[in-house]
């Protein structure tokens, strides 16, 4: 039901029905005021010329007159003679009065014992004493119209001698004029039926143009541009229809070129390297990249409509940083994993009028330059502090020679050989400083060769147990065993010899010097997952859990007393980890206090199958 209530309203909210209505009320209306005119004229028209057709002719009033005047004793006969003569047949009565009101004779015979009396009728009696003739239509059982002309003699028109009644019968007049009412009504009816059929289809070809364009309109807003208006003709609305077709096409064009610098834009966004947030002039947050989401370590609708200053953790005003375009560093998720140091830069977002609608923050992570910077500065001061302290020595141990010590022959030996020590340990220092800033500027070549991984950390162990044998026949000297698990599966690697050699030689060594006495060292060698992973364990102190992700810094000792006096530089992993990165590998450490340590080496390794042949040359 409420279906049928909304398509009914709908019908008549429609520009169509509204058309076709008021088409079909001026239709009728102009019928009706027409037919109303029409109806009226006729009607005067009809009331006329029954009047003309009832009037006596002069000839009988004439005669009627002439018998009043003489009124003799055959008056009334004669009186009554001319009017029963006188044929007309829509008179119904005629009676003739004298001056005296008496009525002397009538055309019915029925009525003939009226003769002789008086009559009884104030309009007959009106006009024989005003002299005025008289016409009126009564409704006496039917509609009459009836006429009284007075009666005179002479060549006076005031001696008046009597009044001829007459009434006669208008059923015949009204019966035309309904007749003619109810023909002009269904010819009204006729037209009016014919007139809405043409309003409605006057309004459609009216209104379908613009209920396809409405469409359109509506396609459009829903993205459809596809469809056109058709053009029925050449006049205003196919003119329109022509320009809404335009309309669309440029609208179309214009959203594709949106779309275009929109997609653009978002791809610029999304690809930058530096986070961008834009906010509105109340300084909340409106839009914000994938970078910047992953600097703050948070999601879109997490911060989406908050004030910057707030995700930014700063203490002032989101407005007065927008306001004031400063370059600020903040730092977020401080004291965690993933504290980051990031620099914000602010600029303002201004319509062509000066409105300032908005800001643009860029956030650009300085946390390795910071980094850099820190260890820049780190580096110079432990490069100082490295170098200073066997300087010292040095120089006080020249200072006492300068002063004679030179000439004692069981002092100056010994001063001899500790600065003999101390120089060499500045020119390794010196020398690793060289490799790393080698390797640093990528001026360092590797000389890749195919070796058998397990051959030469064996053949590097093999001399390592040379140094073991030499060292039992020394009794001040620790004593280690070296344990092997390479296997006896051929790992072939691309590696620059000398270098890895120089990487196990560094980690074998901090394994001896940091091993107790009697201590295993053991080197394992295994294949996993398209790498080959080489491990050197030891039995020492072991490496606390918090210097764990240090141990490969420049000049980072985790017992710097200890470690300076066992001779130490203090880069030897640090060049290790460079080496081994140079090689596409990885190098780390796993260590508890206490139970000794374990470093692992990752290298890519690629299995040779059978097929693979070598040509001996």
Not at 25 to 48: D, K, N, P
Not at 147 to 172: F, R, W
Not at 389 to 413: F, H, M, R, V
Not at 461 to 472: A, E, G, S, Y
């Amino acid at each position: 039901m409420k279906e049928i209530v909304n398509k009914i309203k709908k019908t008549f909210n429609s520009i169509n029905t509204k058309l076709a209505v008021v088409f079909m009320l001026m239709l009728l209306a102009t019928i009706e005021v027409i037919g109303a005119y029409f109806t009226r004229q006729l009607e005067q028209s009809s009331i006329e010329n029954f009047q003309s057709s009832i009037q006596l002719q002069n000839v009988v009033t004439s005669q009627l007159a002439n018998q009043l005047t003489k009124d003799n004793k055959g008056t009334n006969d004669k009186l009554s003679r001319i009017i029963n003569d006188y044929s007309n047949d829509s008179i119904s009565e005629i009676i003739v009065v004298d001056n005296k009101d008496i009525i002397r004779a009538v055309s019915s015979f029925n009525d003939r014992s009226r003769i002789g009396q008086r009559v009884n009728n104030n309009n007959v009696k009106q006009v024989t004493s005003t002299g005025r003739p008289l016409t009126k239509i009564i409704d006496d059982n039917g509609n009459y119209m009836i006429q009284i002309t007075p009666l005179t003699s002479g060549t006076g028109a005031t001696n008046i001698i009597g009044a001829v009644y007459v009434k006669a019968s208008m059923q015949n007049v009204f019966q035309t004029l309904r007749n003619t009412s109810m023909m002009f009504l269904v010819t009204s009816l006729i037209a009016a039926i014919l007139g809405a059929i043409l309003s409605l289809v006057i309004s459609r070809a009216i209104t379908r143009p613009i209920e396809e364009m409405q469409d359109q309109a509506l396609n459009i807003a829903d993205g459809d541009y596809s469809s056109q208006v058709k053009i029925y003709s050449n006049d205003e609305l196919g003119q329109l229809g022509k320009a809404f077709n335009t309309l669309s096409v440029r609208i179309e064009r214009s959203q594709e070129e949106s779309d275009s610098e929109r997609r653009r834009l978002d791809s610029v966004l999304s690809h930058m390297s530096d986070g961008v947030i834009a906010t509105d002039r109340h300084g909340n947050i409106t839009i914000v990249n994938q970078m910047a989401l992953n600097f703050l370590n948070t999601t879109e609708k997490a911060i989406v409509n908050k004030p910057i200053s707030e995700v930014l953790g700063l203490n002032e005003s989101s407005q007065e940083i927008i306001s004031n375009q400063k370059e600020i560093v903040v730092t977020v998720n401080q004291g965690t994993r993933d504290e980051m140091i990031l620099h914000a830069s602010f600029s303002l977002i201004k319509r062509v009028t000066g409105f300032v609608s908005g800001s643009v923050c860029v956030l650009h992570d300085v946390t390795e330059q910071q980094k850099n910077e820190n260890m820049q500065r780190q580096f110079v001061s432990n490069v100082s502090h490295e170098l200073r302290t066997p300087l010292t020595s040095l120089s006080a141990y020249i200072d006492t020679l300068n002063q004679g010590a030179w000439k004692d022959p069981e002092i100056a030996p010994k001063f001899l050989k500790v600065t003999q020590e101390e120089t060499d340990r500045m020119i390794r220092m010196i020398n690793d400083l060289l490799s790393l800033s080698r390797m640093d500027r990528g001026t360092s070549k590797m000389e890749l060769e195919l070796v058998n991984l397990n051959d030469f950390v064996a053949h590097i162990l093999n001399r390592f147990d040379m140094i073991v044998k030499n060292d039992k026949n020394k009794s001040d000297k620790k004593k280690y065993t070296i344990k092997r698990e390479l296997g006896k599966q051929a790992i072939w690697v691309e590696i620059d010899t000398d270098k890895m050699m120089q990487v196990i030689d560094n980690i074998m060594n901090n394994a001896i010097k940091y091993s107790p006495d009697g201590g295993v060292i053991t080197v394992r060698l295994n294949e996993s997952q398209g790498r080959v992973i080489l491990s050197i364990s030891d039995q020492g102190l072991g490496i606390p859990r918090k210097d764990l992700g240090k141990i490969f810094d420049r000049f980072y000792r985790v017992d710097k007393a200890r470690s300076r006096a066992q001779g130490g530089t203090g880069l030897g992993l640090a060049i290790a980890k460079e080496i081994i990165e140079a090689h596409h590998g990885r190098i780390w450490a796993d260590s508890s206090e206490g139970r000794g340590s374990t470093f692992y080496i990752s290298l890519p390794y690629e299995p040779m199958s059978e097929e693979d042949d070598w040509d001996e040359v």
